[in-house]
């Protein structure tokens, strides 16, 4: 008999947002596939889980893919978890999901907080229809095309962006958008959780004055 894939959300700041399912899960399974072992063993030490953490992430996802299949066929429980959330949301995670179901791995999911809910209902915007971007592209012409593409979009709009471009992405949204009003949120459930509702052009002049720190989600 094959193993089970697990598919195990994380916290994406604060360690006690986990569920007891997911500590029960990690405690149990004979391997963890982890994007960071690092980031991960924070959290394995804070609860006490003594399993094995293998590397999962973009540049091996090929051939650690096929590892992780192998140890499933011969009859390993693994944990599929992200430095943040849900894994397969704008991470790796879904490529060993696709080749576990091609191989006809049983896969059930532990389901935990992700970012962009969290900044969606915090942001105030309409949440009844909403859609999910995830990141960008990193250069500005191909960004600035992507934003075009969504100037007739009704529904909230969910972003991604890290601190080393929330500025230059801030600053294509008020050219191609305009100056909507916004919500843009950093460091969620963490000590320094911030959440800027404003128009755009407020929001970017308060970042650059002020040095953008911590993982941003941006709601249009």
């Known amino acids: 008999m094959t193993g089970t894939l697990y598919i195990v959300g994380t916290p994406i700041g604060n360690l006690k947002d986990i569920t007891l399912r997911a500590i029960e899960t990690l405690k149990s399974v004979d391997l963890i596939a982890a994007e960071d072992t690092r980031h991960t063993k924070i959290l394995t030490s804070h609860y006490g889980i003594e ?3 293998t590397s999962f992430f973009e540049h091996n996802k090929i051939t650690k893919g096929e590892y992780l299949i192998d140890q499933l066929k011969q009859g390993k429980n693994v944990a599929l978890v992200s430095d943040a959330g849900m894994p397969g949301i704008s991470d790796p ?25 969290t900044a969606l209902v915090l942001s105030g915007k309409p949440s009844d229809k909403f859609i999910y971007e995830g990141f960008l592209p990193v250069k500005s012409g191909s ?4 934003l075009k593409a969504l100037s007739s979009e009704k529904r909230s709009i969910i972003i991604y962006e890290s601190p080393h471009r ?8 008020l050219e191609v958008l305009g100056d909507r009003e916004i919500a843009c949120a950093r460091e969620l459930t963490k000590k320094f959780e911030e959440i800027k509702r404003d128009k755009v052009s ?8 002020n ?7 941006i709601v249009i």
């Open 51 to 53: 399993k094995p953490l």
């Open 93 to 117: 995670g879904f490529s060993i999901i696709n080749l576990a179901i091609k191989n006809n791995i049983e896969i059930t999911a532990i389901p935990g907080p992700t970012a962009l809910v």
């Open 143 to 146: 960004r600035k095309n992507r």
């Open 166 to 173: 929330i500025i230059r992405t801030l600053e294509d949204i």
């Open 202 to 209: 407020l929001v970017l002049d308060f970042y650059k004055k």
């Open 211 to 217: 040095k953008p720190k911590g993982e941003f989600v």
